[in-house]
């Protein structure tokens, strides 16, 4: 068969292009027409050598059977070349990009593990304050707030010195006990800064309404 | 309501760096008593101590606030309706010392123009670690024109003696209410008050 026949001269073609100009395909072992099965994006610029020596055998082959090819043949190459330099700066492209991605990641490792080690305190500006979310004592009210809640505090601790006062002065006789009701009042010893409950069974033998109140914050506490 | 148990009520004011003893002073004063943990005052805290002078009873409530400059905000609006106010610092620390004029400053802005102003340098009884020369003290005070005492709430030093006579310095300023008999009395009787407590001082 003729067609055979090609195959068998394009395979000694081959080998002898192979042995005497390239002997770097017999090292790798490969064939350059494998570089067409390739995808394009994983293409180097040996492929495309591969690929330029592989159309020029072709080319080759075709004008030895006489057919006038040489506008082809030089517009070929133009394409090959251009093909060359794409790939070529794909290629550099790529790779640069590898390169900052790698660095990008090895600066994050960093980041992260100064912060982990060293609490962040130098990731924070000089007005800044740096809050650990995982801490109990973490700020977290307002100033504002802070201060409604003294306020508060201030207001009832005084609230608390005036009903002592004046417990005092109805206990002592001085005012008059205008009401029976402020009479089972006077049974509870004064509230004292330390002695506000009134002992269990004291609380048992009155019932009064200071009783019940005293009662019911024991069974609160 | 009851009846009043006391005929003027005086608004006290501390302030000072923190530690200088600001509460210690108070505590000594309205409890008689000392401790020396150290817990620092949250925002303002006040106590109440009710005192005779001149025949009268006078109420003192004595703001205690955080020297804490973060507290700074909440306890600038009490200096408002103080009427006398305790500048502390601490012998032992010569910035709460610089700090004075800072204080003096704030006086300034926030209190009342007429507001009797006293400096105390208190922790007299730590003289090893005395830094502010008593003699300092006194410059600034008479440069200022207000009172000045050394203090220990430690070893009750100066206390009491600083607080009335911050009080009678009020006291003389404070219009008489009612006029009746009586009045003539105090008033003179707190002038001559006002001389001794001077002469002392």
């Not at chain 2, 608004?11 to 943990?37: E, H, P, Q």
């Not at chain 2, 300034?108 to 003290?137: F, I, Q, S, T, Y």
Request: glycine content about 4%; aromatic content about 8%.
């Amino acid at each position: 068969m003729n067609f055979e026949n090609v195959i068998n001269f394009i395979f000694i073609f081959y080998l002898v292009i192979a042995v005497t100009v390239k002997p770097c395909y017999v090292r790798e072992e490969a064939s350059p027409a494998l570089a067409f099965e390739k995808d394009a994006f994983q293409l180097t610029v040996e492929d495309v050598y591969d690929i330029s020596y592989v159309i020029g055998r072709d080319l080759l082959k075709i004008s030895s059977t006489g057919e006038e090819v040489s506008d082809l043949q030089f517009r070929i190459v133009r394409v090959l070349e251009m093909f060359e330099t794409l790939v070529n700066k794909y290629n550099l492209s790529l790779e640069e990009l590898k390169m900052e991605r790698d660095n990008l990641k090895s600066e994050l490792d960093r980041i992260i593990k100064e912060s982990s080690t060293g609490q962040g305190t130098q990731t924070a500006g000089p007005n800044q304050l740096v809050v650990d979310l995982k801490d109990p004592n973490r700020p977290r009210f307002t100033m504002q707030e802070l201060k409604e809640v003294l306020q508060e505090r201030n207001q009832l601790k005084a609230q608390l010195m005036v009903a002592q006062e004046e417990l005092q002065l109805y206990k002592s006789g001085i005012l008059p006990q205008a009401e029976p009701a402020m009479v089972e009042v006077d049974l509870e010893p004064p509230p004292s800064a330390d002695h506000i409950p009134a002992t269990t069974d004291e609380v048992k033998e009155e019932k009064t309404a200071i009783s019940k109140l005293f009662s019911f914050r024991r069974k609160r506490e | 309501m009851a009846k009043k148990t006391y005929d003027l009520l005086f608004k006290l004011l501390l302030i000072g760096d923190s530690g200088v003893g600001k509460t210690c002073v108070l505590f000594r004063f309205s409890d008689d008593a000392f401790n020396t943990t150290f817990i620092s005052t949250i925002g303002i805290d006040f106590k109440i101590k009710t005192v005779e002078l001149q025949g009268k009873k006078i109420k003192l409530q004595i703001w205690d606030t955080a020297g804490q400059e973060r507290f700074h905000t909440i306890t600038t609006s009490y200096y408002r309706g103080a009427m006398g106010i305790m500048l502390v610092y601490d012998i032992t620390n010569a910035k709460s010392f610089e700090n004075i004029s800072k204080w003096l400053r704030n006086i300034d802005e926030h209190a009342n123009e007429d507001v009797e102003r006293m400096l105390l340098g208190n922790k007299c009884d730590m003289e090893d670690k005395r830094v502010v020369p008593k003699a300092k003290g006194e410059q600034i005070a008479r440069e200022h024109g207000i009172r000045f005492f050394e203090t220990s709430a430690k070893a009750n030093i100066n206390i009491e003696k600083a607080f009335l006579t911050l009080a009678e310095d009020i006291l003389r300023k404070t219009p008489v209410k009612e006029p009746n008999s009586e009045n003539v009395d105090i008033s003179s009787g707190g002038g001559v008050t006002g001389w001794k407590s001077k002469c002392c001082s």
